[in-house]
């Protein structure tokens, strides 16, 4: 291991956490899960087989690993960037100062020292003699460009929520300066890729050739087809007894499956090495043959629809509540997802800091049974008094509109014939392009269109992750992800004081009053926190690991500082 490396693998327990980020600052990390990545702490035995162990000495090199995206790339510019497709296809190009491990721990990447070195402020020494792809060397001006360029985009919370200000002190020293506490620091750094700084001069353009520092160079993308990244043989990491200096794989290419039944048969083919989304219902079969491999995770995210609060009757809280009452949760786990997931009646995942596996889950089944559940009787009253107050007739004419993901698809039908069935809604579902449909529920007009949005959301380790954003009445868009316009000061303070509080127990009951407020309330109903799922040829691929954060699904091909990497075998 390099001397200026932190220890990169703990095994602390997840209400560790954000106490050791927090309060403790500079002194141990700590880690969320677990486990060697196929499975996740305080769930059932997953179906599958095994990974393959990773064996540093016998990594076979080069070769093209072939794998899939359910949806086209959008967007090259990690600051715009609102999609986590977009997010994958970068992930193995640019890097961060820090990176989050798989079991949460949170590790030295582009920064080889992170520590505070006064009251709110944080200094991060950088690796000496790490080159962009376009051979300039990596400096603290490069990583303050890359922080103050997030001002004003669509991704300005991951760094505005708690910057003030830089200052660079060398060549390879910056300090930041925090707008005061904010408990998840380390994890938002980790968001944030560093891009050369002649980006924001003009004299260089990302918009189409994506340039950083990471393990992989672009090489080219055909809209709809593929993406095609190759190995980079000038990356800084120097190998240690765990990972090689450089990715053992020569090239990769991500073609562009959105169909997921195509994307199982050009796995069985052979056409493509990985899926990331095959049907559900294929999942037993592949379990079942010895050549494959299928790795879940429970996932940071889950799936949502939020409502347009300033069309009328969605700004009534009764009615959000009513439509929640009526969206068959069960039945989309086991139809829709062949029992992947579990019914989300709150906005966090257990795979968050705060809960406990125990905790969280009879917090979320109350949750379900006061405010949320299926329940027609409880929905007609609450959609009755809630039209009467919003003055609209019944039946109200509303449309749903979703992506052309096949399986959300399903469960936006269902939830549309489950409100069709009463007298109160005429629904009707729309479903758009992947790029288009961003482009509007990331537009000014997403809470003023007389549309519910059907949409999946991608949390993170911290709890915030999944609320700041979506419910946050600063994140309004087109300048963040609140698509409904949604405002409630009890929520804003809760916000706040869920970041800025460094004490893990405070910060447990400020996120339960939080969810309590947001399930009665009920700015967006929740569907399913999922799975992540990743099905491959393990006669091909060796030590592939499932993330479970969606737009990191990639990170198991190669991050050293992570202890992951991925080879293909010539068996």
Not at 141 to 159: C, H, I, L, M, P
Request: charged letters at 25%; aromatic letters at 10%.
């Amino acid at each position: 291991m390099r001397s200026d490396d932190t220890e990169r693998h703990f095994s602390l327990n997840r209400r560790s956490l954000v106490k050791s980020l927090g309060v403790a600052g500079v002194a141990g990390l700590a880690g969320c899960m677990g486990g060697d990545g196929t499975e996740t702490e305080g769930t059932p035995a997953r179906p599958g087989g095994t990974t393959t162990p990773a064996d540093p000495g016998n990594a076979q090199e080069g070769g093209e690993l072939i794998a899939s995206f359910g949806a086209d790339v959008a967007q090259f510019d990690p600051a715009k960037a609102a999609d986590t497709t977009s997010v994958k296809a970068f992930g193995l190009t640019y890097e961060t100062l820090l990176t989050v491990g798989f079991d949460g721990s949170i590790n030295n990447a582009l920064a080889h020292t992170f520590e505070e070195v006064g009251d709110g402020v944080w200094r991060a020494e950088l690796r000496e003699g790490v080159k962009f792809h376009n051979g300039n060397e990596l400096t603290a001006e490069d990583v303050q460009v890359s922080f103050e360029r997030y001002e004003g985009k669509v991704n300005a919370t991951d760094v505005y929520s708690w910057y003030e200000s830089s200052e660079i002190i060398d060549d390879y020293t910056i300090e930041f300066t925090l707008q005061n506490d904010y408990a998840p620091l380390k994890f938002d750094i980790s968001a944030v890729p560093v891009i050369p700084a002649e980006v924001e001069t003009g004299d260089l353009d990302i918009t189409e050739d994506p340039i950083g520092t990471g393990p992989y160079e672009f090489v080219e993308h055909q809209p709809d087809e593929l993406f095609r990244i190759t190995r980079n043989d000038d990356y800084w990491f120097e190998g240690d007894d765990s990972v090689p200096s450089t990715p053992p794989i020569k090239d990769i290419t991500y073609r562009v499956i959105t169909e997921q039944s195509a994307q199982q048969a050009a796995l069985e083919s052979g056409d493509i090495h990985l899926a990331n989304t095959p049907p559900a219902p294929s999942l037993s079969d592949f379990a079942e043959n010895e050549d494959y491999t299928v790795n879940r995770r429970l996932a940071g995210g889950y799936d949502l629809m939020y409502f347009p609060t300033e069309v009328e009757p969605y700004g009534n809280k009764k009615v959000r509540r009513g439509i929640s009452r009526l969206v068959p949760r069960e039945e989309i786990v086991d139809a829709v997802y062949e029992g992947l997931g579990v019914p989300a009646y709150m906005a966090i995942s257990q795979i968050s800091a705060v809960f406990e596996t125990e905790e969280w889950q009879d917090l979320n089944d109350r949750l379900g049974e006061e405010y949320m559940g299926y329940d027609e009787e409880q929905a007609s009253t609450l959609l009755e008094e809630g039209f009467d107050e919003a003055g609209i007739e019944a039946p109200f004419e509303t449309t749903i509109i979703t992506n052309q993901n096949p399986q959300r698809v399903q469960w936006v039908q269902l939830i549309a014939e489950s409100l069709n069935s009463t007298d109160y809604f005429d629904v009707s579902v729309e479903q758009y392009e992947w790029n288009t449909y961003v482009g509007k529920i990331a537009g000014e007009s997403s809470a003023s269109n007389n549309e519910v949005i059907a949409v999946g959301w991608s949390g993170g380790w911290d709890p915030d992750a999944y609320v700041g954003d979506l419910v946050d009445s600063e994140q309004f868009t087109p300048n963040g992800f609140n698509m409904g316009h949604y405002k409630n000061e009890e929520v804003d303070q809760l916000l706040e004081d869920g970041t800025n509080t460094y004490d893990l127990e405070e910060r447990n009951q400020i996120y339960k009053d939080l969810v309590e407020i947001l399930a009665e309330d009920a700015p967006m109903t929740y569907i399913r926190f999922g799975e992540e799922t990743d099905v491959y040829d393990n006669t091909a691929v060796k030590g592939f690991r499932t993330y479970p954060i969606n737009g990191g699904e990639f990170k198991g091909i190669f991050s050293p500082a992570d202890g992951a990497f991925t080879y293909l075998s010539e068996e």
